[in-house]
């Protein structure tokens, strides 16, 4: 089962821009990961925030998580031509098994 | 940290035939695998654990008799698509997973059956 919807699903911007991806979840969670899969490639791990914290920084990436709201935020600050990809947020459904949003596709523009 | 690697990278497949993908560990011993399938421009889904030693976990919707998994080692995971057809054309990815919430992807195999 799908557990995120993630908006939008496609994204393009300038380099240099940031980008803000979003994901919305269904179940309680312990934790939300993002994840991020360069074109026919595997998956990155970029970040993982816990229920009980608010906000996570990693470099130029910042991630918020509303538990009441059930939603998530990736933001990439000062974005370049290596970030285009799709990124996934992911949710653990018992027993260490993901359950992945459907992505948001992001392209930065030269 | 732990490498996961796929062999192979791709495959291209008469439809009926069988094949085989490698999920290995490089530097973990790994008890649990994870097989996802990715449709193009969708999302990953969770086709099954492996678990070494003993039987497979398939979830729901997933034919069990279709997608044969063998995890006969700590460190070797194997999916085999019995009789495949171009609706199993997609990109298979195996993960390990390591630590609490540490998992770790391979690159993935694409598979496209004619």
């Known amino acids: 089962s799908q557990q995120g919807e993630e908006d939008p699903q496609a994204l393009s911007i300038q380099e240099g821009e940031n980008a803000t991806m979003n994901c919305s979840y269904k179940t309680s969670i312990n934790n939300l990961q993002w994840y991020r899969q360069n074109s026919g490639r595997g998956l990155v791990h970029l970040i993982l925030?816990?229920?009980?914290?608010r906000e996570k920084h990693s470099g130029r990436l910042r991630v918020t998580l509303d538990t009441s709201k059930k939603s998530s935020s990736l933001l990439i600050t000062a974005s370049r031509a290596a970030d285009t990809a799709s990124y996934f947020c992911?949710?653990?459904?018992?027993?260490?098994?993901?359950?992945f949003g459907q992505g948001t596709r992001l392209t930065i523009n030269p | 940290g732990a490498v996961v690697s796929q062999h192979p990278s791709w495959v291209i497949c008469k439809s009926g035939t069988s094949v085989k993908i490698e999920c290995r560990s490089l530097d973990f011993q790994a008890t649990t695998m994870f097989w996802y399938r990715q449709f193009p421009k969708q999302s990953l889904m969770l086709m099954a654990t492996s678990n070494e030693g003993s039987k497979a976990t398939y979830e729901q919707g997933v034919e069990k008799d279709k997608f044969l998994i063998n995890h006969a080692s700590l460190t070797l995971s194997t999916l085999t698509v019995t009789s495949a057809h171009p609706e199993d054309s997609s990109f298979y990815i195996c993960?390990?997973?390591?630590?609490?919430?540490?998992?770790?992807f391979g690159p993935g195999t694409r598979l496209t059956v004619l």
């Open positions: 925030i816990r229920s009980n914290e």
């Open positions: 993960s390990v997973w390591r630590t609490y919430n540490e998992q770790f």
């Open positions: 992911a949710t653990e459904e018992g027993a260490q098994k993901l359950v």
